[in-house]
Nanobody, 126 residues
């Protein structure tokens, strides 16, 4: 069992930065693939970034490449999403998720993840 709690969302102007954190509980945290998803109003939940347990493999959706960075600290049971050069189209609820099915380098679907946080709102004003 893994419990996830996101923090760090907020309101920021276009071009600004935010760092999201995801605190995980559970002794098996380091064995999970971790993902960040987002869902904008009226849209489906989409993968933003994912990272293997070792941090050796990462995935980014095309729209955030070069702007967002995913990282994890297994000793502290934390996963981060550093978001730079934010755009209004990045506005969404951002969710942290943990998956036990192993690394998939393709764009991940929500169904591939077993545990979810409650989400944190990110709003980027123009």
């Amino acid at each position: 069992q893994v419990q996830l709690v996101e923090s760090g969302g907020g309101l920021v102007q276009a071009g600004g930065s935010l760092r999201l954190s995801c605190a995980a509980s559970g002794r098996t945290f380091r064995s999970y693939v971790m993902g960040w998803f987002r869902q904008a109003p009226g849209k489906e939940r989409e993968i933003v970034a994912s990272i293997t347990w070792s941090g050796g493999n990462t995935y980014y959706t095309d729209s955030v490449k070069g702007r967002f960075t995913v990282s994890r600290d297994n000793a502290k049971n934390l996963v981060y999403l550093q978001m730079n050069s934010l755009k209004p189209e990045d506005t969404a609820i951002y969710y942290c998720a943990a998956g036990s099915r192993g690394w998939d380098p393709r764009p991940n679907m929500p169904s591939q993840y077993d545990y979810w946080g409650q989400g944190t709102q990110v709003t980027v004003s123009s």
